[in-house]
């Protein structure tokens, strides 16, 4: 009872957190008193005051607008990122799991050329090829990650292509892409959301190594991997400009982490208990099935 109270406890936390760093993003504009890329040498290194909340950076930008802008810049990225890894995983994932034979050998072992390069080294590799900018971070970043989602979409499609209603709907002649498309994606979405949560703290980590390497985004552009790199020279004297976005990072990563949980919990039936003893046997014979599609 106690455990499970703590993980409610912490998982309202972690939306709300969640919640927050999405307003404050979307209504950067709005909320931040300053332009986050204005110069003003004046105010260089300036302490927290009331004017200056978390005091001025080395150029005298302040700091405290450019970690709200960060997080719009960090967010946007992941945003796109999941989407497009989200799109490019279903379409391999499906295809090669309802299509089955030929198709489907000849699509996993793409996925396995992919998944055999750590996906922070294939995706330093793809921003030497492609050069840097947030277009070329966002494009890196799904073409190392989409690889992993088809795998798992595919399980999800071979657990459930002979169910009765996707037989019963290619009997009465839907078509096979309107079939995965109605009948196949709705129950499978619900895994991507999950999967997508899950996963969102190491993509933003990946975009914030890349930056902080200059390989990603590049000043003055505001993001949190950039506000590291521009402060890692003054660690000593002013060690305030790496720990307020390292803070940043590791907060954000931790609520998506923890909200990916409780999803998780809270959408996968084998981890709540039964309502009756015949619902058992169909969430364990669900994940047996997801196993062996693995």
Avoid at 19 to 39: G, K, N, R, T
Avoid at 130 to 153: D, E, P
Avoid at 168 to 182: E, S
Wanted: proline residues 6%; contains cysteine.
């Amino acid at each position: 009872m106690t455990n499970r109270f703590l993980r409610r406890g912490a998982l309202i936390l972690a939306g709300l957190m969640v919640l927050l760093l999405i307003l404050s993003a979307a209504l950067a504009p709005a909320i931040c008193p300053y332009d986050p890329d204005e110069v003003t040498l004046e105010l260089k290194f300036a302490p927290p005051s009331p004017a200056h909340l978390l005091g001025c950076d080395h150029l005298g930008r302040d700091v405290a607008s450019r970690l709200i802008y960060g997080a719009r810049t960090s967010l946007s990225c992941v945003a796109a990122i999941a989407v497009l890894i989200l799109v490019l995983g279903f379409a391999v994932g499906a295809t090669a799991g309802y299509m089955g034979g030929t198709v489907d050998s000849l699509l996993m072992r793409v996925c396995d050329v992919f998944l055999t390069f750590p996906t922070f080294i294939l995706a330093m590799f793809m921003i030497g090829i492609l050069g840097t900018g947030i277009g070329n971070v966002i494009l890196a970043i799904s073409l190392t990650h989409w690889a992993w989602y088809a795998r798992i979409i595919r399980s999800f499609v071979l657990s459930l292509k002979n169910r009765e209603y996707v037989l019963a709907a290619r009997v009465a002649g839907t078509g096979r892409f309107m079939t995965v498309l109605r009948h196949v994606l709705p129950p499978v979405f619900a895994q991507l959301a999950i999967l997508a949560t899950l996963d969102i703290g190491h993509m933003m980590m990946h975009v914030s190594g890349l930056s902080f390497l200059g390989l990603g985004i590049t000043p003055p552009t505001s993001e949190w991997g950039v506000m590291i790199a521009d402060g890692r020279q003054f660690v000593w004297t002013h060690p305030e400009l790496i720990m307020y976005p390292g803070l940043a990072i590791f907060l954000t990563v931790m609520a998506f982490n923890i909200l990916g949980d409780g999803l998780r919990d809270a959408m996968d039936p084998n981890t709540r208990e039964p309502a009756s003893p015949e619902s058992a046997p169909a969430g364990a014979d669900q994940a047996v099935a997801v196993m062996e599609g693995l």
